[in-house]
């Protein structure tokens, strides 16, 4: 299945190269929100409250109430999540929060993971899993900590209905996502597996299907590479 991603970066949808330079700009929300009417899950990324940097909330608010919507950064207490679900979200993505920084190490925040779970109900939870060179990014890609997906993945499982692994290094390059990744993560986890990162191609994301993957696609898309 294909997500369409929508990231919201100073009132305006964006996409961004591995999450720092940025490519393509828009204004036209009612262009894309009809574009993406006919898919069931759609991606919708505050880049502004994942860089701590201020947030879009009114017009994720807006864009959840016309379409469904998985809704993701900072993301961090329980109560955020229920306000975000509130809003209209079908889930939260939540990434960082899940993660301890520890001096020359990390952990899975265990504690807050089981907290959100109890209180809005795992299946309203998508785990965030950001990696840039094998390990977890996390505050909007600008830190890391020293744990891998393959560590932090069996770890979550019991507190989310899904994973969303972004793989930094292809963010926006639209070089295809590696399938040794994602044939990797598929075996370690029964949740519903969502990856993204340079896919490109329709192709590719029939071949990720096979392997009962979903994929998030925004660059290609915005650029047409991939029809929508």
């Keep these: 299945m294909l997500i369409p991603s929508i990231d919201l970066l100073g009132g305006r949808i964006v996409q961004l190269v591995q999450g720092e330079k940025l490519h393509l700009a828009f204004d036209d929300f009612d262009y894309w929100i009809e574009r993406f009417s006919k898919y069931p899950l759609v991606q919708l990324i505050d880049l502004d409250a994942a860089m701590r940097q201020g947030d879009n909330t009114a017009l994720v608010e807006q864009i959840c109430k016309r379409l469904p ?20 979200a079908k889930r939260v993505i939540v990434g960082s929060a899940l993660f301890k920084e520890e001096q020359g190490t990390g952990s899975v925040n265990t504690p807050f993971a089981q907290e959100l779970a109890a209180v809005i109900g795992p299946q309203h939870i998508v785990a965030g899993i950001d990696s840039r060179n094998g390990l977890i990014a996390i505050k909007g890609w600008k830190a890391q900590v020293a744990l891998t997906p393959d560590d ?73 590479l991939l029809a929508v």
């Excluded at 993701?72 to 679900?85: D, E």
């Excluded at 793989?167 to 949740?191: H, K, N, Q, S, V």
């Design 69 to 88: 919507c998985q809704v993701g950064g900072g993301i961090s207490t329980v109560a955020r999540a229920q306000s975000v679900l509130a809003a209209g």
């Design 152 to 224: 932090a993945i069996p770890a979550l499982e019991p507190y989310a209905a899904a994973f969303l692994y972004t793989y930094i290094d292809g963010e926006g390059l639209m070089r295809g996502f590696p399938t040794e990744i994602a044939i990797r993560l598929r075996a370690i986890t029964e949740r519903q597996l969502i990856v993204a990162g340079g896919i490109r191609s329709q192709h590719e994301i029939d071949t990720l299907a096979q392997l009962n993957i979903d994929a998030v696609a925004g660059m290609a898309v915005y650029t047409n």
